[in-house]
């Protein structure tokens, strides 16, 4: 018999799941205001910290909002299917440093393969985004972010695997936070644009080699910042 190892929970993770059972039954509806912290704690049996870890994790997921009122449930309840990893990220049970090591293996792979099979379509895609970021760097860091993420899009793109494409969305979905936090000086930003121009160069002459070792440089890159911008933080 194939024994299945036991996943652990914590309260807060079961007081989320419980919560929006609550919800999708419709015991609490869209809209309403949650119970107060201490009945919720004396429904669920935990103590008020579980209950607002849990609140604070399910308002992050956007499934909740606080207001002065109280907690309320939101009219779009549709994050209530967001994946299971972005709950655990929330809930501070997946490290930054674990996202970085799977954004490597994903988009290191995804650049050899956008090197090999890139169109001309791409190319121009990759292009653009990158003319993007060069005219955002000093007007726009938001407009940058997004320019910058459109150029990995592309390139993701071009690889033209699917799975790989639906793995690298939700990673970078993920990431999104950290990246806008690691924008913060025309210096970090001209760096980025520098890794960025590289790798294009690099698919636009189907370099596969080339394509992988700076994408992996600017990962790196990316990683080491945010880590130093946490140390001053």
Do not use: C, W
Not at 17 to 30: A, F, L, N, S, Y
Not at 53 to 69: F, P, S, Y
């Amino acid at each position: 018999m194939k024994i299945i190892p036991i996943k652990r929970t914590t309260l807060a993770d079961e007081v989320v799941e419980q919560i929006k059972t609550m919800i999708v039954d419709g015991e609490v509806k869209r809209g309403e205001k949650l119970p107060a912290e201490r009945e919720l704690a004396e429904r669920f049996s935990v103590g008020r910290p579980t209950i607002r870890e849990a609140l604070k994790a399910l308002v992050a997921l956007g499934i909740l909002t606080r207001k002065r009122e109280g907690t309320f449930v939101n009219s779009d309840i549709s994050s209530l299917f967001t994946d299971p990893l972005t709950q655990k990220l929330i809930l501070q049970r997946i490290s930054f440093k674990e996202l970085f090591e799977v954004r490597k293996l994903l988009e290191v792979k995804i650049a050899a393969l956008a090197a090999e099979r890139a169109t001309e379509e791409d190319i121009e895609r990759m292009r653009n985004a990158l003319k993007e970021m060069d005219d955002m760097m000093t007007n726009d860091e938001h407009k940058f972010v997004a320019a910058d993420i459109a150029f990995h899009e592309a390139v993701a793109e071009a690889a033209q695997n699917e799975i790989l494409f639906e793995l690298f969305t939700a990673v970078r979905h993920l990431l999104l936070e950290a990246q806008k936090a690691v924008v913060k000086s025309p210096i970090i930003m001209q760096n980025s644009l520098k890794y960025h121009k590289q790798i294009f160069e690099a698919i636009k002459h189907q370099d596969v080699a080339e394509a992988e070792k700076v994408m992996s440089a600017h990962i790196d890159d990316v990683e080491k910042t945010l880590i130093t911008l946490k140390r001053i933080e």
